[in-house]
């Protein structure tokens, strides 16, 4: 159920543009949509779906595959200072598992941004977290309303990453902190990258979130965190199950399940990484 607004923390003053996606239909990709669609938008919907019959208790872990493991959460919760009440912006928050994850740790008051319809949806409907549509490069919310920023696993997907870290700053409180998952590569465009994929490296990375306005306090690559729980690791494979058995024939599937395959062959290559950052905007 969708918590009313008086009860998120945000009363919606900090936002320019609120839609309810309740009822509201899932953008339908069809043949015609990228492989990035289907990654993002399409299997978003299917993961409503496959929650909604298995129980709430896969909703975080289904909602949290492809950004980070409860360590990696723990790890942004504790360098990022978020608290009760901490207005915490997820940029590119998907179907809402981290920002779910905050809540029930920490009683934060998060709004998602994503431009995928059908991941706004499921935030809203799985996590009751307001969900907001829109870009990481035009954010739809005010100057300095942020307490705090997530933004995992997204930089790799964006063109313009000097505009969304800009963007990420106009919106964050002076001071304020931005919890970043990055997948970094030795090089921008690996042979082999997903489409629509482009890697910053260290010191790419480095140069824009400096160039942006942030200082970066700590940072500790994902591998080095303890792996998942049993339990959590147990119901993101039974949910993986669920999704291939409906949907496993489907040419979406087939296109996101590729992409997720050459970025982990990246991985297991060398050529990537992925990396949690705290930075702090000055």
Excluded at 8 to 35: E, K, M
Aim: hydrophobic content about 40%; some cysteine.
């Amino acid at each position: 159920m969708r918590r009313a607004a008086s009860e998120t923390g945000w009363g919606w003053d900090g936002l320019r543009v609120r839609w309810a996606f309740d009822g509201y239909p899932p953008r339908v990709t069809g043949s015609g949509g990228t492989p990035m669609e289907a990654e993002f938008d399409t299997v978003a919907g299917w993961t409503e779906e496959v929650v909604v019959r298995l129980g709430p208790e896969y909703a975080i872990p289904a909602g949290c595959r492809g950004s980070a493991s409860p360590a990696g959460l723990g790890w942004l919760i504790r360098t990022c200072g978020i608290g009760p009440g901490t207005r915490l912006v997820d940029v590119g928050g998907g179907v809402g598992g981290p920002a779910g994850y905050a809540v029930r740790h920490t009683g934060a008051a998060p709004v998602v941004v994503d431009p995928m319809l059908a991941a706004c949806r499921a935030a809203s409907r799985l996590f009751g977290i307001p969900a907001v549509a829109g870009t990481g490069e035009r954010l739809p919310i005010a100057d300095g309303a942020a307490d705090a920023v997530w933004c995992l696993g997204v930089v790799c997907t964006v063109r313009d990453k000097r505009g969304l870290f800009r963007e990420i700053h106009r919106v964050l409180r002076a001071g304020g902190p931005l919890g970043l998952l990055v997948v970094v590569g030795d090089e921008e465009r690996p042979a082999g990258a997903p489409e629509g994929n482009t890697f910053p490296t260290d010191d790419g990375l480095r140069d824009l979130l400096r160039d942006s306005g942030f200082r970066i306090d700590a940072q500790t690559d994902l591998d080095d965190l303890p792996v998942p729980p049993a339990d959590w690791a147990a119901r993101t494979a039974e949910f993986d199950r669920a999704l291939r058995a409906d949907h496993g024939d489907d040419p979406r599937f087939v296109e996101a399940q590729d992409q997720s395959r050459r970025l982990s062959t990246l991985a297991r290559d060398g050529h990537v990484v992925a990396r949690l950052l705290h930075a702090v905007a000055r």
